[in-house]
């Protein structure tokens, strides 16, 4: 069976081609929710990529990152000496019930799997892990936002060049599936082909089709519920726009005493 798209499009190239999504965004994204009282020790970074956020955290804060990509874990391990950092799949973590008091799904680390059903794991498995009254905050692209630029279902290509590598990226919402998705072209810019083979692109590039789930608000909240949670705080942006005034959801949930059945 092909591997899933997310294996690929998070290899060593990643931190390259998002070069903007760096540690001062991290750093402002963080500031909010802790002026918030969202993070309460232990805080898991699920999905922690190269360990920006961790970076952020205090010892205090207990930090713990997961994820899935180990070139993202090697940089992460770089970046945060000492960190606690696990290799896994964010829909089946190695962690003791209740053992956490938030568990960080930052920067769309979410929505990437197959079907409603699939992707309601990870929820899952952050209220199970949660100890009640602990906060699952949530950091979705803002999808009326999405549906506004692309409902109309049209391509939407773009090129871009990005450190040493040279970037097609071909955006298209679909409807059927409420996914957005988006096939990348990956290829060493003219004169960075040793820079680019660093970065595990060789001549021949790399071609993959990301798809992640564009949820209405009700949604993210139903599927959030199904999981033990109820909604306590909303921005539109790490600076604290409302919700709408920004490109982003940036939601804080938090686990009911009694944990509702997945
Ligand atoms: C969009 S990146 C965000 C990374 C990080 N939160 C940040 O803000 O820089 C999504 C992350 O989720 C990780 N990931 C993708 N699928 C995963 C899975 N099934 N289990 C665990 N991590 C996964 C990727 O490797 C990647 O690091």
Redesign the pocket.
């Known amino acids: 069976m092909a591997e899933p798209w997310?294996t690929t499009a998070?290899g060593a190239h990643y931190r390259a081609l998002y070069a903007h999504?760096d540690a001062e965004e991290?750093r402002r994204c963080l500031a909010l929710l802790r002026g918030a009282g969202a993070l309460l020790p232990p805080v898991l970074?699920l999905?922690?990529?190269?360990g920006?956020?961790l970076q952020a955290l205090t010892a205090a804060d207990g930090p713990l990152g997961?994820?899935?990509?180990a070139p993202?874990l090697a940089e992460a391990r770089k970046r945060v000496p000492g960190a606690r950092l696990l290799r896994?799949?964010?829909?089946s973590l190695p962690l003791r019930d209740a053992s956490l008091g938030t568990v960080l799904s930052?920067?769309?680390?979410f929505g990437?799997f197959a079907d409603d059903a699939e992707n309601a794991r990870p929820a899952a498995e952050a209220g199970r892990v949660l100890r009640p009254g602990g906060h699952w905050c949530l950091d979705l692209f803002d999808g009326d936002r999405v549906r506004a630029e692309l409902g109309d279902g049209r391509p939407r290509p773009r090129d871009r060049s990005s450190g040493p590598l040279a970037v097609r990226e071909v955006r298209r919402f679909d409807a059927a599936t409420a996914t957005v998705g988006k096939q990348v072209e990956v290829r060493p810019a003219p004169g960075q082909a040793a820079e680019a083979a660093a970065l595990g692109i060789s001549g021949d590039g790399l071609a993959y089709r990301e798809m992640v789930r564009v949820y209405t608000l009700p949604e993210v909240d139903d599927l959030a519920a199904g999981a033990g949670f109820r909604r306590v705080a909303a921005w539109g942006g790490y600076a604290g726009e409302p919700l709408g005034g920004g490109s982003r959801w940036l939601l804080v949930y938090r686990r009911g005493a009694v944990q509702e059945p997945a």
């Open positions: 997310f998070f999504r991290a970074d999905g922690c990529g190269d920006r956020h997961l994820d899935l990509s993202l896994g799949d964010m829909r930052l920067f769309t680390a990437y």
